[in-house]
Nanobody, 124 residues
Framework: QVQLVESGGGLVQAGGSLRLSCAGS????????VAWFRQAPGKEREFVAARSWSGRTILYADSVKGRFTISRDNANHAVNLQMNSLKPEDTAVYYC?????????????????WGQGTQVTVSS
């Protein structure tokens, strides 16, 4: 079993930055691929970024490329999402997800473990 807890959400003005953290626990977390998804009101949950367990594969949605960075913090058993140059359209609940198979993918159904989400609101 893998447990995930997100933190770092909040309210920020357009152009600002936030760093989200996904703290993982469980014996297999270190071998997991970890991804971030987001869901805005009335919309489907969409892929944001993913990192394979090794870090050799990193994926980003086109809408966040060049602005968001996913990284692993092994000391704190966490995967972070640094979000810069935020836009109002980035407003959503952000979820982290983990796959013990270790392979990064944009496909939501490939991730069996999910956190509860953290709200990000970007004001214009």
């Amino acid at each position: 079993q893998v447990q995930l807890v997100e933190s770092g959400g909040g309210l920020v003005q357009a152009g600002g930055s936030l760093r989200l953290s996904c703290a993982g626990s469980g014996r297999t977390f270190s071998n997991c691929a970890v991804a971030w998804f987001r869901q805005a009101p009335g919309k489907e949950r969409e892929f944001v970024a993913a990192r394979s367990w090794s870090g050799r594969t990193i994926l980003y949605a086109d809408s966040v490329k060049g602005r968001f960075t996913i990284s692993r913090d092994n000391a704190n058993h966490a995967v972070n999402l640094q979000m810069n140059s935020l836009k109002p359209e980035d407003t959503a609940v952000y979820y982290c997800a983990a796959d013990p198979g270790g392979i990064a993918t944009m496909k939501r159904h490939m991730y069996p473990y999910w956190g509860q989400g953290t709200q990000v609101t970007v004001s214009s």
